[in-house]
């Protein structure tokens, strides 16, 4: 079974710093473009961050400048460096990652975590 675990969310103070890490296991022959994504209180999902197989990123102008996607293709993983936290920065976080699946059969797949929750508050 492929899937995607998240970790590091907690509640950290406004100003302080997380790092989320996401890892993909399973059968799978490759990674693909790998992101994160958000939801607040009573609002939509909504994108972060993503980083493709190169190494490209992309960042919604919320947190460019304060956070950092980064990705270890030997581990399967993507990272999220969370620096100079705001309140609105308070929700579940979610990792998607698209792949190519080996078994049972070659076919692509849009894989979701099941969120992490990041707090910021005094």
């Known amino acids: 079974q492929v899937q995607v675990v998240e970790s590091g969310g907690g509640l950290v103070q406004p100003g302080g710093s997380l790092r989320l890490s996401c890892v993909a296991s399973g059968s799978i022959f490759s990674v693909l473009d790998m992101g994160w994504y958000r939801q607040a209180p009573g609002k939509q999902r909504d994108l972060v961050a993503t980083i493709k197989n190169d190494g490209r990123t992309n960042y919604r102008d919320f947190v460019q400048g304060r956070f950092t996607i980064s990705r270890d293709n030997s581990k399967k993983t993507v990272y999220l460096e969370m620096n100079s936290l705001e309140p609105e920065d308070t929700a579940v976080y979610y990792c998607?990652?698209?792949?190519?699946?080996?078994?049972?059969?070659?076919?692509?797949?849009?894989?979701w975590g099941q969120g992490t929750l990041v707090t910021v508050s005094s």
């Open positions: 998607n990652v698209q792949v190519i699946q080996s078994h049972p059969q070659f076919g692509h797949l849009d894989l």
